[in-house]
C-alpha cells in the first residue's frame, strides 16, 4: 500500500508533484537492451549491472553530457563500445508507454483544479526526446528536471529549487515517488509524501488526504510500476 504523512491541521493540501519514471512513464533499458543482446538475459543483466550501471547514468541525470559520458565509459571498457553507445544513440527505445491507470489519477486531479507539478531525476538531453510522447506533461504547472538544474533526488536542495520556484508550502504540498530514499528526503522537508506501489494504492492514499474520492472514474485496470529504474 502506498504509504502517507500526516497532513498537518485540517487543510487539504494545495499541489500534488509527480515523480515521472516508474510513475506515470514506463522506462527501462532493458526495452533496448534485449534487442541487443539477442534474448541472452543474463548477459544482458551482467552489462547493466557492471559496465552501464545505475549510477553511471545517474550522472547524465544530474548533468553530465551524454557524449562525455559514453566517451569515459568506452575507455574503460573497449570491448563493448558499441553497445555503451548504443544506450545514448538508441535511447528513445528505452521508453515504454505512459502508465495509463496513474495518468488517469491526473487526470482527476486536474479536473478538481489542484496545482500539478513533476520533479523527475532526467538527462536534458533526454527529456525533451520524451516529452511529445507524452501529451499529459502538458497538464503540469511546473516541471522540474535534475540535469536541467544539476542536483538529482534525494538531494534536498533539487526539492526547495522546485517549492521556491513556485512558492509551495511543503506541508500543503503532496509529494509521489516510487523510490523510498525519494520519498523520505521528502517527509524530511515536511511534504506529505506518499511512496508510489501503484494506481489503485495512490488512489486510496489520495482519498484519504481528500483530494479523491478513492474510486476510480472510469474503468481503469489497476497500475503497475515500471520494472525500470525509479527517477
Same mark, same amino acid.
Request: no cysteine; net charge negative.
Given at each position: !500500500?502506498?504509504?502517507?504523512?500526516? =497532513?498537518? @491541521?485540517? #487543510?487539504?493540501?494545495?499541489?500534488? $508533484?509527480?515523480?515521472?519514471?516508474?510513475?506515470?512513464?514506463?522506462?527501462?533499458?532493458?526495452?533496448?537492451?534485449? +534487442?541487443?543482446?539477442?534474448? &541472452? &538475459?543474463?548477459?544482458?543483466?551482467?552489462?547493466? /549491472?557492471?559496465?552501464?550501471?545505475? &549510477?553511471?547514468?545517474?550522472?547524465?541525470?544530474?548533468?553530465?553530457?551524454? #557524449?562525455?559520458?559514453?566517451?569515459?565509459?568506452?575507455?574503460?571498457?573497449?570491448?563493448?563500445? /558499441?553497445?555503451?553507445?548504443?544506450?545514448?544513440?538508441?535511447?528513445?527505445?528505452?521508453? @515504454?508507454?505512459?502508465?495509463?491507470?496513474?495518468?488517469?489519477?491526473?487526470?482527476?486531479?486536474?479536473?478538481?483544479?489542484?496545482?500539478? *507539478?513533476?520533479?523527475?531525476?532526467? %538527462?536534458?538531453?533526454?527529456?525533451? =526526446?520524451?516529452?511529445? +510522447? *507524452?501529451? *499529459?506533461?502538458?497538464?503540469?504547472?511546473?516541471?522540474?528536471? %535534475? @540535469?536541467?538544474?544539476?542536483?538529482?533526488?534525494?538531494?534536498? +536542495? $533539487?526539492?526547495?529549487?522546485? !517549492?521556491?520556484?513556485?512558492?509551495?508550502?511543503?506541508?500543503?504540498?503532496?509529494?509521489?515517488?516510487?523510490?523510498?530514499?525519494?520519498?523520505?528526503?521528502?517527509?524530511?522537508?515536511?511534504?506529505?509524501?506518499?511512496?508510489? &506501489? @501503484?494506481?489503485?494504492?495512490?488512489?486510496? /492514499?489520495?482519498?484519504?488526504?481528500?483530494?479523491?474520492?478513492?474510486?476510480? %472514474?472510469?474503468?481503469?485496470?489497476?497500475?503497475?510500476?515500471?520494472?525500470?529504474? %525509479?527517477?
Amino acid at each position: !500500500m502506498a504509504r502517507t504523512t500526516d =497532513v498537518p @491541521g485540517s #487543510d487539504r493540501p494545495t499541489a500534488v $508533484v509527480f515523480d515521472l519514471g516508474g510513475v506515470l512513464i514506463d522506462w527501462n533499458p532493458r526495452y533496448l537492451y534485449r +534487442r541487443l543482446f539477442d534474448g &541472452d &538475459d543474463a548477459a544482458m543483466e551482467a552489462f547493466l /549491472a557492471e559496465v552501464t550501471t545505475p &549510477d553511471w547514468n545517474l550522472a547524465q541525470d544530474a548533468g553530465r553530457p551524454w #557524449d562525455e559520458a559514453v566517451e569515459l565509459l568506452i575507455h574503460e571498457h573497449p570491448q563493448h563500445a /558499441a553497445l555503451i553507445a548504443a544506450y545514448r544513440d538508441r535511447w528513445v527505445e528505452t521508453l @515504454g508507454d505512459a502508465i495509463e491507470p496513474t495518468v488517469d489519477v491526473l487526470a482527476e486531479l486536474r479536473a478538481s483544479g489542484i496545482r500539478l *507539478f513533476a520533479l523527475s531525476n532526467w %538527462s536534458a538531453e533526454t527529456f525533451p =526526446v520524451a516529452r511529445p +510522447r *507524452f501529451p *499529459f506533461l502538458e497538464w503540469f504547472e511546473g516541471i522540474v528536471i %535534475s @540535469g536541467e538544474v544539476g542536483i538529482t533526488k534525494p538531494d534536498q +536542495r $533539487v526539492y526547495r529549487h522546485l !517549492m521556491d520556484r513556485y512558492r509551495l508550502d511543503p506541508a500543503a504540498t503532496v509529494f509521489i515517488d516510487d523510490n523510498e530514499a525519494n520519498v523520505q528526503a521528502a517527509r524530511e522537508l515536511g511534504m506529505v509524501a506518499i511512496r508510489f &506501489d @501503484g494506481a489503485v494504492a495512490l488512489r486510496h /492514499a489520495l482519498g484519504d488526504l481528500r483530494l479523491l474520492d478513492g474510486q476510480p %472514474s472510469g474503468n481503469t485496470a489497476p497500475g503497475r510500476a515500471s520494472e525500470g529504474a %525509479s527517477s
